[in-house]
């Protein structure tokens, strides 16, 4: 089908840079391209896959003579909020948001600035924000005469489609022509993931360009489902990269790690708080753990461990994929408490 966009001026999302880092490759041993989609919109990559969604939804109710008003909802902690209500926004559309209590305030506030029509807080956990979000607010919607568009986060072709483009970008964006020899990606509920293999195929590259999956220990769905042989489900997130917290990964993921070239792999909370904190320090560019865990990767040899037949000339784009869930007061905490396991953990890597 490919992304709404090519049938809709009206795109709510933006094509970022992809800027290869001398810093960054120097301290990998190969060169390394950073995919910058901190810069969509809404801060993240999800802009893309959201943005898609709800123009799939505006051209469907367009095409069946609609004339009802279209109100958007999402159930959500920071990112897919913020994505829902930044397209949302772009393109006319009234959007609430169902956020647990637990949320910083710094995101609701972030909501409301970024144009949501209201934010509710309810409920202990995003499950329960989710529930109340489909039993009670969106049938009131409903009974006031609007059409309500539940925005899922990540399980939906649609925003598989629109998370595609970015490997279209990359294709045209690779210097000389050349693709890339990995593309690293952090791992949430998997919309990125199947968005990536779903680009992939569509520009050709197939099983030719290895793809390493990054979670962090404790919200490491796809890597036990992997470990398991199966889908499962874990207890409870842990980890400080809340961002990747889903319990459960859509079976799309899970499905992908049949591929050859798909490698599900998991690093420390410490770990991923380095990699914040170098690359601001490195790069200038402010991201949370959920994005870190993949940036993790170039420091401290851990690429040569899981990059196929490493030399210093394999091309590997990061994709930078950002998150709101950050400040430059967490990065000094960050560094504090994880400075000297982050230490430790390096010494392993350079040595092993």
């Known amino acids: 089908m490919g992304s709404l966009c090519e049938v809709n001026s009206k795109k709510p999302w933006i094509e970022t840079p992809l800027l290869e880092s001398p810093t960054l490759s120097r301290a990998a041993g190969c060169r390394i391209f950073l995919k910058l989609d901190n810069l969509q919109p809404s801060g993240s990559f999800k802009?893309?896959?959201?943005?898609?969604?709800?123009?799939?939804?505006?051209?469907?109710?367009?095409?069946?003579?609609?004339?009802?008003?279209?109100?958007?909802?999402a159930a959500s902690a920071g990112n897919a909020g913020l994505a829902a209500?930044?397209?949302?926004?772009?393109?006319?559309?009234?959007?609430?948001?169902?956020?647990?209590?637990?949320?910083?305030?710094?995101?609701?506030?972030?909501?409301?600035?970024?144009?949501?029509?209201?934010?509710i807080v309810f409920g202990e956990g995003l499950a329960q924000a989710d529930v109340y979000l489909k039993e009670v607010v969106m049938p009131r919607a409903e009974a006031m005469g609007e059409i309500p568009v539940y925005i899922p986060p990540f399980d939906n072709e649609a925003i598989w489609e629109g998370a595609a483009t970015m490997v279209e970008e990359i294709d045209r964006q690779m210097p000389d022509g050349e693709r890339p020899d990995a593309i690293v990606c952090s791992v949430g509920?998997?919309?990125?993931?199947?968005?990536?293999?779903?680009?992939m195929d569509r520009v050709g590259w197939g099983n030719e360009v290895q793809v390493l999956a990054v979670e962090t220990q404790g919200a490491d769905s796809l890597y036990q489902s992997a470990k398991a042989g199966e889908l499962v489900?874990?207890?409870k997130i842990t980890s400080i990269a809340s961002s990747l917290g889903v319990v459960r990964v859509c079976k799309k993921a899970f499905d992908l790690l049949s591929r050859k070239n798909v490698t599900s792999l998991t690093l420390e909370d410490a770990?991923?708080?380095?990699?914040?904190?170098?690359?601001?320090?490195?790069?200038?560019i402010l991201v949370e753990p959920a994005c870190g865990v993949s940036v993790a990767l170039a420091y401290d040899d851990r690429l040569r461990h899981f990059l196929r037949e490493f030399?210093?000339?394999?091309?590997?784009?990061?994709?930078?994929?950002?998150?709101?869930?950050?400040?430059?007061?967490?990065?000094?905490?960050?560094?504090t408490t994880y400075g000297d396991r982050a230490r430790?953990?390096?010494?392993?890597?350079?040595?092993s």
Request: proline residues 3%; neutral net charge; aromatic residues 6%.
């Open 311 to 335: 030399d210093r000339e394999k091309k590997v784009v990061i994709i930078v994929c950002g998150g709101s869930k950050i400040s430059l007061d967490t990065l000094v905490q960050y560094r």
């Open 271 to 284: 770990e991923a708080a380095m990699a914040c904190w170098r690359l601001a320090d490195d790069e200038r």
């Open 344 to 351: 430790e953990l390096a010494k392993v890597w350079s040595r």
């Open 233 to 235: 489900t874990i207890p």
């Open 85 to 119: 209500v930044s397209a949302t926004s772009a393109l006319g559309y009234r959007s609430s948001v169902v956020v647990p209590e637990p949320t910083e305030i710094s995101i609701i506030e972030k909501l409301k600035t970024n144009g949501a029509s209201e934010v």
């Open 189 to 199: 509920g998997g919309g990125m993931l199947a968005g990536i293999d779903l680009g």
């Open 47 to 73: 802009s893309r896959g959201i943005g898609n969604l709800v123009l799939a939804e505006e051209a469907y109710h367009k095409a069946i003579g609609s004339t009802r008003p279209l109100h958007f909802f």
